[in-house]
């Protein structure tokens, strides 16, 4: 299934792809040959089983029908065991859903599926999903898998994105964009997204507008010292049967306020305390 991508003299199918020639080999070969690269794409390549993923969208069938049809890559001890997932993988299974959201027939996504886990290079396996996954991870690089007719997709950084839209490259497309999507999968470690933003815009302002873009929140209430934004209490509120344990995972320096209306809970409040980066509070 899995081909080399020729990178070198575009052709008409892959005419939209972004321009990768011998310097992105290069530079693919160059973080090949690190002994921690490599450490973290086996970490990458380790299929655990996501169980958190399982249970908040409540589509087991789902995924056992999307199995029939080929349309993912995972492992089961059994038939009946839990499906495990490695980070790309899991990964993959998100953006399906995402497209499922957007109306794509499961034909559609699976002709997506190969260009997904695509090798760049048999000389040095690794895919591209893999390599912009890095990307994202590690270095907070804005990802996009564009999906354009007729049913191709390739993945683009933000600045390949931008010169793509500018040539009018796509006449029309799908976005999707992973980092949130990686957030979820990797809530401990966290997964931002540093759009570049113009020089007049401060790094206090930049973080403020991240945290705008990021965060799910009710209310953000942002706290001030000596002329200077320190901390912004991030406010959500949740239905009574969220527990407060779930509501505590992977968080700190929060608080979680129960709202009990004749001696039952009636909602729940979380409070995040997140100072920013530039605080020396």
Request: proline letters at 3%.
């Amino acid at each position: 299934m899995l081909r080399r991508r020729t990178f070198v003299g575009l052709d008409e199918e892959k005419a939209n792809i972004p321009d990768r020639g011998d310097v992105f080999l290069s530079h693919v070969y160059y973080i090949c040959q690190s002994e921690k690269i490599q450490d973290l794409l086996s970490l990458f390549r380790t299929r655990t089983a996501y169980y958190d993923m399982d249970k908040d969208w409540r589509f087991y069938r789902v995924l056992s029908h999307w199995d029939s049809k080929g349309l993912i890559e995972c492992e089961r001890e059994s038939m009946d065991g839990w499906r495990k997932f490695n980070l790309v993988e899991a990964l993959w299974v998100s953006v399906i859903q995402r497209l499922r959201h957007l109306n794509t027939s499961l034909e559609n996504i699976g002709h997506l599926k190969e260009d997904f886990f695509e090798i760049i290079d048999w000389e040095c396996p690794i895919s591209l999903a893999e390599y912009y996954t890095l990307c994202a991870v590690f270095l907070e690089k804005p990802t996009f898998l564009v999906v354009a007719a007729p049913w191709w997709s390739d993945f683009f950084s933000y600045e390949e994105l931008q010169i793509a839209l500018a040539k009018t490259r796509f006449e029309s497309c799908i976005i999707v964009h992973l980092n949130p999507l990686l957030n979820k999968l990797l809530p401990k470690e966290g997964v931002k997204s540093r759009f570049p933003f113009p020089i007049g815009i401060t790094y206090e302002q930049q973080e403020i507008l991240e945290i705008l873009a990021k965060e799910d929140f009710d209310r953000i209430t942002f706290r001030k010292e000596k002329g200077k934004v320190y901390r912004c209490d991030i406010e959500k509120g949740f239905a009574p049967d969220v527990s407060e344990h779930v509501l505590k995972q992977g968080h700190k320096n929060l608080t979680i306020t129960t709202n009990i209306v004749e001696g039952r809970t009636a909602s729940r409040t979380r409070t995040i305390k997140k100072h920013l980066k530039g605080s020396t509070q």
